[in-house]
């Protein structure tokens, strides 16, 4: 039995200091992250925008590929990675707010990291309206040229990458064939380079490392459904579905670790805009903080980022907005 209650002085209280309309009718934010310059969001009109982080006023619009940005990720803050449908892995540099490299495939790309020493790119493909096994591509970064392809490990869409922070050849990836697979690819044999599996019985759509080593992985679904295993597979706890924590939660956003504190945090939402932030411990949660205010999100949040290191949030929403938090400190 998962025990649920509140910690509200866990965490400083977070306050919206900015938020702008995109003025879409159709469109919405489908990701947003930042760098020391800029809020950066990705949007279902195939755009990509910088805007000050300070003011939040647009400083450029990128816009380079063809069909919908799937994944956006900054880099060493100098570089932005944005991957598309079109099969194209670009990056960005943000000095400029120039393309500098491209990456292309014969498949939509759905999913993709850099590694710890910015050697590999790594990309994962996904066919929506088709079954079968999705490819992860492995790219030397320095040539653009490609390394090696897995085409067995799933068998449909890749929907998360993350590469280990310290071990350049580590990785996982998920995919909504409801596995989490965690990867030593050193010599990209792909039968020898699969060091676990975990199955999560539903498509996974988020997972990633965390810990002071990051020596756990969380994997979050399409059900709701939540859960942490060691990097070997084995269970830690499982969390069953995120919205029997508290009637306000609707659906889980994704999870956030904080380095300095050693604190991981669940993030859900629900149809009204509220963000709600949780902190996590085995077979215990604690509900911090509703993110909710005049001028904030009124539709559901999907793009979530937290900087812990300033105490700083952007959210982004289906409501076409996107919102800055700061913590009062």
Same mark, same amino acid.
């Given at each position: 039995m998962i025990k649920v209650d509140s910690n509200p002085d866990l965490l400083p209280p977070f306050q919206p200091v900015r938020a702008i309309d995109f003025g879409f009718e159709d469109d919405y934010v489908l990701e947003v992250t930042t760098n020391s310059q800029y809020a950066i969001a990705s949007a279902s009109d195939k755009c990509i925008r910088l805007y000050d982080l300070? *003011?939040?006023?647009?400083? =450029?619009? /990128?816009?380079?590929?063809e069909k919908a940005i799937r994944k956006i990720k900054t880099y060493n803050d100098q570089y932005?990675?944005?991957?598309? #449908?079109?099969?194209?892995?670009?990056?960005?540099?943000? @000095?400029?707010a120039q393309a500098v490299? =491209?990456? @292309?495939?014969? !498949?939509?790309i759905t999913a993709f990291d850099i590694n710890c020493n910015e050697s590999m790119a790594v990309l994962g493909t996904g066919d929506f309206d088709s079954t079968g096994c999705?490819?992860?591509?492995?790219?030397? =970064? !320095?040539?653009?040229?490609? /390394?090696? @392809?897995?085409? #067995?490990?799933? *068998?449909?869409d890749v929907t998360e990458i993350q590469c280990h922070p310290t071990l350049p050849s580590h990785l996982i990836t998920s995919s909504a064939d409801g596995l989490v697979n965690y990867y030593d690819v050193a010599d990209f044999d792909e039968q020898e380079a699969l060091i676990s599996v975990v199955n999560a019985e539903s498509a996974v759509?988020?997972?990633?490392?965390?810990?002071? #080593?990051?020596?756990?992985?969380?994997s979050l679904t399409g059900n709701e459904t939540f859960m942490l295993h060691t990097l070997e597979g084995d269970l830690i706890c499982d969390y069953g579905d995120v919205r029997q924590?508290?009637?306000?939660?609707?659906?889980?956003?994704?999870?956030s670790y904080d380095v300095a504190t050693q604190r991981f945090y669940l993030i859900t939402g629900n149809a009204e805009g509220d963000v709600q932030l949780l902190h996590v411990n085995v077979g215990h949660v604690q509900h911090c903080q509703?993110?909710?205010?005049?001028?904030?999100?009124?539709?559901?949040? !999907?793009?979530?980022?937290?900087?812990?290191? =300033?105490?700083?949030? /952007?959210?982004g929403g289906e409501d076409g907005r996107m919102c800055a938090w700061q913590a009062n400190l």
């Open positions: 300070s *003011s939040l006023q647009l400083a =450029t619009t /990128l816009k380079l590929q932005l990675f944005s991957a598309s #449908e079109d099969g194209s892995l670009v990056r960005w540099d943000l @000095r400029t490299q =491209t990456f @292309r495939y014969n !498949r939509p999705q490819d992860l591509v492995f790219y030397d =970064t !320095r040539q653009t040229q490609l /390394l090696s @392809r897995f085409e #067995e490990s799933h *068998s449909d759509q988020k997972a990633g490392f965390f810990g002071p #080593e990051c020596e756990y992985v969380y924590m508290d009637a306000s939660i609707g659906y889980a956003i994704d999870c509703t993110l909710k205010a005049p001028g904030g999100h009124t539709d559901i949040v !999907r793009a979530f980022h937290w900087n812990h290191q =300033t105490q700083s949030i /952007l959210t």
